[in-house]
Every structure is written in structure tokens, then in C-alpha cells.
């Protein structure tokens, strides 16, 4: 069988990524462009400075991604894209360099979901064994996925506010360690004592996860410390607040492999890369005896490998985009 190869581009947030993959598994070259240190002065990213940034960078992450790979334009069989969701300026540059390539060398367009993305990111270097359930945890996304197939997507279960990512972010604000928080929040965590009382957030029968009330909790606790003159321990804070991410994600996703009788879990997004949560699935997956995997370190955050992953799948069941594709702020993906 003739090797297929994608191009992926992905600029949904504040990384300029390019990639080609082969067979939706084989990573050929990546290149990604992290803003990070721009936006960290910020204290967050700022989409204006984003897009920016993303129309400076993108046609040399492409020429770069191109150039280092060996692969001529002409042995591409598709360009693979993020349209959504993410924030507009962004994904619009992508998104135009992405038609302008289709365009120019008479490639098909492949729309990516930015999520769906992230799920495939398992499926670089070793394929996705089904049914599985997938745990997605990123900045703007906190779900659990049941997958029977490439690309069945039925939601069980997610946030009704905010989402994980955003939770870790805005905690490490409030302690005042900075940006980005969520690994400098996994970091202290593991040299802290759970020490602090937090809640677990709807710890009830269903599948549905809240962060917005324990967000709440701990920046009342650091409040109410202040007002007593009393000075927070920052690494107890942040494993006592792990603490409890964890058993919220854990305890629900562990009973739904369990109704839904799924043997492979595996976790996507950004929240994936922290070692808390990657820890504590895999004692759970030794006790409970199902199989778990996570994407290696440099695809949990934004990459184009995970969208030019997707992208291959969506291409081999004939999914193709017009260049009337526009991006979209917010998307479902199910
Ligand atoms: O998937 P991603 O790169 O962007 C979105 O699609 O949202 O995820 C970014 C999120 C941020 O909230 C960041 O703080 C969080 O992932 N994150 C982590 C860790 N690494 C990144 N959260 C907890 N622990 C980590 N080690
Ligand atoms: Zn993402």
C-alpha cells in the first residue's frame, strides 16, 4: 500500500506548528514555535500579540518543517489544518497558509477539530487500540470521549464550567508562581505536603466534572490566610489542589471504564503532560487492570503532529474541506 503523507498545520493558540506525518503514526519533522516567552509578560496569552506572531512566523515554520524533512511538496498527498476551536486571529493564519498551500500545489484541504487533534496525539508511534475512552484535559476542554472507532466521538461525560487546564492556571496566579501555571503548579506539587482542605468538586454518581467551586476554594483559602497574617505554603497548597484534580479525574473515569466495560484509556491535551495525574492512572491501571497510555511529552501540549495524525484518518474516509473553510472560535466536536 502506497505511504500517505500530511502536512499539518496547527495555530489555534500561541504555538506556530508545522509537521508531516506518515500513515497517521510516523512522524517525520515537526517544527513548533512557542510564544510562550512573549505572552508570559503578560501573565496569559494575548490574541492580538498571538496573531501577530503567528503571520511573522508561519511561512518560515514551514519552509523549515519542508526543508528539514526531505520530503519534496510533490510527495504530499494533503494539507491538514486546525479550524477550530481556538482563538480567531490565530486559527486564521493557519488556516489561510494551509488553503494558499492547497491551492498552489492542488492539494486536498483536511478541517482538523483542535480536540480531535489532541486525542490522535496517542495515536503517533503506537496506534489506538478500541473501544477506548479518552480523558481530555487541556486548557479549554475537560471530557471524557468514548471512541468504538477512528473517529466516533460520543461524549460521556465534561465540565460544566471550567475546564482543567484553566483551573491549574488560574491557582498558580493566585499563589503567585506565574506563567504558564500548569506545570509550575505540577512541579511544586510534588515537593509539598496535601496539607491544605479542598473539596472534591462534584463528587457524585455522574460523569460530569466542576472546577469552578474548587478555583474558588483555594483562592478564599489564600484570602482568608492573608487577612490572618498567616503565609501560604506554596508547595503544600499546590499538592494539596493536585490532590484533589486528581481524584476527581481519576474516580470518574476509572467507574466509567468500568460501566461502559473499556479496557484502554487514554488521556489527551495540554493537562495530559502533568506527572500527578500520568501517575496515579497508571497505579490505578495496575489495580484495575485496563491498559493506559499517554502521548509522549512534546505532543500533549499544542503540536501539528497530532493534527496531521488526525488528519490522515480524516483523509482516508474521504473528509475534505472547500477553500470557503473558515475558522471557528468555538466548535463541537461530537
Ligand atoms: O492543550 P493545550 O496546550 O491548549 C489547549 O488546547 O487548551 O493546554 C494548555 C493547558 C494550560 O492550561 C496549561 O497550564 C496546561 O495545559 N498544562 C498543564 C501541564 N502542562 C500544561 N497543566 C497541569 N500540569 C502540567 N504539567
Ligand atoms: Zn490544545
Redesign the pocket.
Known amino acids: 500500500m502506497k505511504d500517505v503523507y500530511i502536512l499539518g498545520i496547527e495555530s ?2 500561541d ?1 506556530t506548528s508545522v509537521s508531516i506525518v506518515k500513515n497517521g503514526c510516523d512522524e517525520i519533522n515537526t517544527v513548533i514555535l512557542s510564544q510562550i516567552d512573549i505572552h508570559t509578560l503578560y501573565g496569559g496569552v494575548v490574541p492580538e500579540i498571538a496573531s501577530r506572531n503567528h503571520v511573522k512566523d508561519i511561512t518560515f515554520v514551514i519552509d523549515k518543517c519542508l526543508r528539514d524533512s526531505g520530503i519534496e511538496m510533490d510527495m504530499i498527498d494533503a494539507v491538514a489544518v486546525t479550524y477550530g476551536p ?1 482563538l480567531i486571529g490565530s486559527l486564521l493564519v493557519g488556516l489561510e497558509a494551509a488553503k494558499t498551500i492547497a491551492y498552489v500545489y492542488d492539494k486536498p484541504l483536511i478541517p482538523v477539530h ?1 480536540i480531535a487533534g ?1 486525542i490522535y496525539a496517542n495515536n503517533i508511534g503506537h496506534e489506538l487500540k478500541f473501544p477506548l475512552l479518552s480523558l481530555v484535559i ?4 475537560t471530557e471524557l470521549i468514548k471512541m468504538d472507532d477512528h473517529l466516533s466521538f460520543l461524549k460521556i461525560g465534561g465540565t460544566l464550567d471550567d ?4 483551573c ?2 488560574k491557582v498558580a496566579r493566585v499563589v503567585g508562581i506565574g506563567y ?4 509550575l ?2 512541579k511544586l506539587a510534588h515537593t509539598g505536603n496535601v496539607s491544605y482542605h479542598l473539596p472534591i468538586p462534584m463528587n457524585d454518581d455522574s460523569y460530569n466534572f466542576s472546577f469552578s467551586g474548587l478555583k474558588s476554594a483555594v483562592i478564599n483559602l489564600v484570602h482568608n490566610e492573608e487577612q490572618r497574617g498567616n503565609v501560604i505554603n506554596k508547595e503544600d497548597l499546590c499538592a494539596s489542589f493536585q490532590d484533589v484534580v486528581v481524584k476527581s479525574l481519576v474516580g470518574k473515569t476509572v467507574k466509567a471504564l468500568k460501566e461502559y466495560n473499556i479496557n484502554n484509556l487514554i488521556v489527551a ?3 495530559a ?3 500527578g ?1 500520568r501517575d496515579a492512572f497508571e497505579k490505578e491501571s495496575l489495580i484495575n487492570e485496563f491498559s493506559f497510555s499517554f502521548p509522549d511529552m512534546k505532543y ?3 503540536n501539528a503532529t497530532m493534527i496531521a495524525a488526525c488528519g490522515y484518518f480524516l483523509y482516508k474516509k474521504g473528509v475534505r474541506a472547500g477553500l470557503d473553510l473558515n475558522a471557528k472560535s468555538s466548535e463541537k466536536l461530537f
Open positions: 489555534s493558540c504555538e481556538g483542535h489532541h487541556s486548557g479549554g476542554h475546564a482543567v487546564g484553566e491549574y492556571d504558564p501555571g500548569g506545570p503548579v505540577d491535551g495540554g493537562v503532560a502533568n506527572k495525574i500533549c501540549t499544542d
